[in-house]
């Protein structure tokens, strides 16, 4: 059974930090694209950013800049590293992964989803 447990998340001021991680079990990490979608309130799911096995990123134009995403293949976690954070980054933010090595910003694209952790950025 495949299981994505994010972390991390939590309230924080208007240009702070914090670091979000996501553990994968149930499938061999290394052979998967793993990625960050979130949602606003009142909006639709978007995509934030993704890693491809070899370490290949993309990230949304809102966030590229400030969101820097990795993983650790020896942990099975993935981790995006959020600074400077907005108000309008306020959502709650999933992790995904796909097989294979070609990243994607389609939610459709990823198999499997974690539960998302609630990040709140107050001003």
């Known amino acids: 059974q495949v299981h994505l447990v994010e972390s991390g998340g939590g309230l924080v001021q208007a240009g702070g930090s914090l670091r979000l991680s996501c553990a994968l079990s149930?499938?061999?990490?290394?052979?998967?694209?793993m990625g960050w979608f979130r949602r606003a309130p009142g909006k639709e799911r978007e995509f934030v950013a993704a890693?491809?096995?070899?370490?290949?990123?993309t990230y949304a134009d809102s966030v590229k800049g400030r969101f820097t995403i990795s993983r650790d293949n020896a942990r099975n976690t993935e981790y995006l590293q959020m600074n400077s954070l907005k108000p309008e980054d306020t959502a709650i933010y999933y992790c995904?992964?796909?097989?294979?090595?070609?990243?994607?910003?389609?939610?459709?694209?990823?198999?499997?989803w974690g539960q998302g952790t609630q990040v709140t950025v107050s001003s």
């Open positions: 995904a992964a796909r097989y294979g090595d070609n990243w994607s910003r389609r939610e459709s694209m990823y198999a499997y």
């Open positions: 149930g499938r061999t990490f290394s052979t998967h694209v």
């Open positions: 890693i491809t096995t070899s370490g290949s990123t």
